[in-house]
């Protein structure tokens, strides 16, 4: 089934397809309607009443010609000129002697000593001319006419078989173009839910896929930047208020230095709040500057290389330890075991766990344990970084630029970045595929 499909797909060959059925229905119809007419003259026009009927005419229309007109039966040129203009009668003139004269197409075409026979001749018909009683024979040869007329009406109607076959194959292709075309006007005046059909199997058929797949991923586009545009007017919205706290506070400790005349302890305090916002303003700077450096991009740059995930997540894990530690918190790992091979870029990876450090030392409780959990399974490692949310993070706002940079990036190495919060805790979990070794 497939295969019958494939030879007839191209346009051309459906054509020809199309051509030689048309010929071969035009062969058909021109046998058909020259048989059914040579058979209709066979058998009702060239039956013995009709022959004698005509017959009987033109002995009528001969014998009034020739008593109209007073001809003899020597003057071959007044009987040429009436056979001359009766196409397909040939007349036979006999005299008392029945040696025969033959008219035909308006001469003498010959003379005969040869006498009547029946058999050639036919039946005789007495005609008075001038000069005395002839007889004649009439030879009625009009059938030639209607097989010509039969010919021309058989070839006409082959003909017309075969272009009816033509034209409809070759209207139904235009619709198809015209139908295509309207779905391409449709879409691009943006009905892009103006689903595009797919008929048949061939280059039309190919077409109408290809717009379809141009239709979805201009609508996948579109979403993309629809949800891109919401969530960078999210975050401005939000990094606005953010900016806007530390930025306020910073220049009402500016004011208050510039316009009261402190002694130097409130002037030192001062200056340490105004710097500690200042420091505030960097770090949701820095976090513009890395959510734009991921998301200004289609797909962040990885330079990927093969490294065993022991060697680089006990690196990855232990500095990040080793950063928390440093700043008050109580870490526990639990790494997985087994070996395996990640396809990945480690300083992209470094990012990530940056991202989450950060995350911890700003909205952890640094009384409760952070927990970094290690596992590999049907063939991907994940790793678990869960932490107590601390209790005035009702007080502190989030801008989740880190979140959705870890996000970005776990997606373009192929692996994928889930947060969850339960029971007072925050976990974020990714995963990217592994090879056991």
């Known amino acids: 089934m497939t295969e019958k ?63 109209a007109r007073g001809i003899t ?37 010959s003379r005969a000593a040869e006498g009547y026979d029946p058999a050639v001749h036919g039946k005789l018909f007495p005609v008075r001319f001038a000069d005395g009683l002839y007889q004649i024979a009439i030879d009625d040869s009009s ?16 003909g017309l078989c075969f272009l009816i076959l033509e034209f409809w194959y070759t209207d139904r292709l235009t619709r198809r173009i015209i139908a295509l075309s309207k779905e391409a006007n449709a879409v691009s005046s943006g009905e892009l839910d103006r689903h595009i059909p797919i008929v048949g199997e061939d280059e039309l058929s190919d077409l109408a896929a ?35 706290t530390p930025m306020t506070s910073l220049i009402g400790y500016l004011e208050l230095l510039r316009e009261r005349d402190a002694d130097a302890e409130t002037r030192r305090q001062f200056v340490d709040s105004a710097y500690g916002k200042a420091i505030e303003l960097k770090d949701l700077t820095d976090q513009l500057f890395r959510y734009f450096l991921v998301y200004g991009k289609a797909e962040p740059e990885l330079a990927l290389e093969r490294a065993d995930a022991l060697v680089l997540l006990g690196q990855l894990l232990g500095e990040a330890e080793f950063d928390l530690t440093e700043a ?7 790494d997985f075991e087994g070996n395996c091979t990640l396809v990945v870029d480690p300083i992209q990876l470094k990012r990530v766990m940056d991202n989450l450090v950060s995350n911890i030392k700003k909205y952890a409780d640094p009384r409760q344990s952070v927990v970094f959990l290690s596992e590999l399974s049907d063939g991907k490692l994940g790793v678990t970084v869960s932490n107590a949310v601390s209790p005035d993070l009702a007080r502190r706002e989030s801008t989740k630029i880190g979140l959705r940079t870890c996000e970005k990036i776990l997606s373009a190495l192929g692996g994928s970045f889930k947060t969850r919060t339960e029971d007072g805790r925050f976990a974020a979990e990714l995963s990217l595929p592994a090879e056991r070794e």
């Open 5 to 67: 499909r494939s030879l007839i797909r191209s346009l051309w060959q459906k054509y020809l397809l199309v051509t030689l059925l048309g010929a071969a229905v035009g062969v058909l119809v021109y046998l058909a309607l020259a048989a059914f007419g040579g058979r209709m003259i066979d058998e009702v026009y060239m039956s013995s009443e009709n022959v004698a009927r005509r017959k009987a005419k033109i002995y009528s229309a001969f014998s009034s010609y020739v008593s």
């Open 210 to 244: 290809s717009m379809e797949e141009m239709r979805q991923s201009v609508i996948e586009r579109l979403g993309s930047e629809k949800r891109a545009w919401e969530a960078n007017a999210e975050l401005i919205t939000s990094v606005s208020h953010d900016i806007r």
């Open 143 to 158: 059938q030639l006419r209607q097989r010509q007329v039969v010919k021309i009406i058989s070839i006409v109607g082959a």
């Open 328 to 334: 008050g918190f109580t870490v526990q790992r639990i």
């Open 73 to 109: 039966g020597r003057d071959s040129a007044a009987v040429a000129r009436w056979t001359a203009s009766h196409d397909y009668v040939t007349i036979f003139l006999f005299d008392t002697g029945r040696s025969q004269q033959l008219y035909a197409g308006g001469e003498i075409v």
